[in-house]
């Protein structure tokens, strides 16, 4: 069986074998919503500093047809609207990678997220901002 024909399901379950309760829901709403053909939902918190077990920062990987002729803007927006009660109550950060299942074909994989740079709680003036003299 190859990649593409494999059934949808989240790489960071396959890697933990449970899923909390916030990744669960994220994955139901965007299986009901758009009937992917491909979907990952990466639970990317422990790479921020958040409490262990967090659940607040996602990455989505979609592939579906209802993408079809949508320009990206367009496509964030029906995950934004998917997920919307979860984005206003439980889930701090979701990266999106929305493709359309001829992209997913041409190129089967996304780039790994890039570290976290700790974000304003660390530095007042923002990452990579120097301290005023």
């Given at each position: 069986?190859?990649?593409?024909?494999?059934?949808?399901?989240?790489?960071?379950?396959?890697?933990?074998?449970?899923?909390?309760?916030?990744?669960?829901?994220?994955?139901?709403l965007l299986?009901?919503?758009?009937?992917?053909?491909?979907?990952?939902v990466v639970?990317?918190?422990?790479?921020?500093?958040?409490?262990?077990?967090?659940?607040?920062?996602?990455?989505?990987?979609?592939?579906?047809?209802?993408?079809?002729?949508?320009?990206?803007?367009?496509?964030?927006?029906?995950?934004?609207?998917?997920?919307?009660?979860?984005?206003?109550?439980?889930?701090?950060?979701?990266?999106?990678?929305?493709?359309?299942?001829?992209?997913?074909?041409?190129?089967?994989?996304?780039?790994?997220?890039?570290?976290?740079?700790?974000?304003?709680?660390?530095?007042?003036?923002?990452?990579?901002?120097?301290?005023?003299?």
């Amino acid at each position: 069986m190859s990649w593409a024909a494999a059934p949808v399901r989240s790489s960071a379950s396959l890697a933990r074998r449970m899923d909390g309760p916030v990744e669960t829901a994220l994955r139901s709403l965007l299986q009901r919503a758009l009937a992917p053909s491909h979907l990952e939902v990466v639970n990317e918190s422990g790479q921020h500093a958040v409490p262990p077990g967090s659940e607040t920062h996602f990455k989505v990987v979609v592939v579906s047809g209802r993408f079809e002729g949508l320009p990206l803007i367009q496509r964030h927006r029906l995950v934004h609207s998917s997920v919307r009660d979860l984005l206003a109550s439980d889930i701090h950060a979701l990266s999106i990678h929305a493709k359309t299942p001829e992209q997913w074909a041409e190129e089967p994989r996304v780039d790994p997220s890039p570290p976290c740079l700790g974000g304003s709680k660390h530095d007042p003036l923002g990452p990579g901002k120097r301290t005023p003299p």
